[in-house]
């Protein structure tokens, strides 16, 4: 029977496994580095064994690839968060000014406008600084600012 594809030179498999771990550091879906390591560990076994084809290279290298993800991708995504992380122009707690936009009113807080609704009922006016409580469904839920404070 004769090889479609001749036998892959190792320095070739080593190239293309550290450039899947390049791509792994962009991506970071721990998919690519198994693969990526795969290609690496059939490269330098080049040296070691003569390959009989190019296809046996390929086979081994994507049947270790997707043996390391299903064992160990398991294990590398246990230390990484599961949360998404809160967008700090999201959170509130820091002050914000009332500034006329249009014809009405909004808060102007973490550089952009907000719409808002007053906690305390409280009327507020252009100009004035206001406390952002929190923000929720695009409205910024405002308190005014104690001026003794």
């Not at 490269?43 to 064992?71: I, R």
């Not at 006016?125 to 308190?143: D, R, Y």
């Amino acid at each position: 029977m004769e090889n479609v594809l001749s036998v892959i030179p190792a320095w070739i498999m080593l190239t293309i496994g550290v450039a899947l771990l390049g791509v792994e550091l962009l991506l970071g879906s721990f998919i690519v580095l198994f693969f990526g390591i795969a290609f690496i560990a059939v490269g330098v076994s080049g040296f070691f064994f003569e390959w009989s084809s190019g296809e046996l290279q390929l086979l081994t290298t994507m049947l270790l690839g997707g043996l390391l993800s299903f064992v160990m991708r398991g294990f590398v995504m246990q230390g990484t968060s599961k949360e998404d992380l809160p967008l700090e122009t999201m959170q509130g707690g820091d002050s914000g000014e009332i500034v006329a936009d249009g014809g009405s009113l909004r808060v102007m807080y973490k550089g952009t406008t907000w719409k808002f609704k007053t906690l305390d009922g409280s009327e507020v006016f252009a100009g004035e600084e206001v406390l952002v409580e929190h923000l929720k469904n695009n409205v910024a839920h405002i308190k005014k600012l104690d001026k003794e404070a």
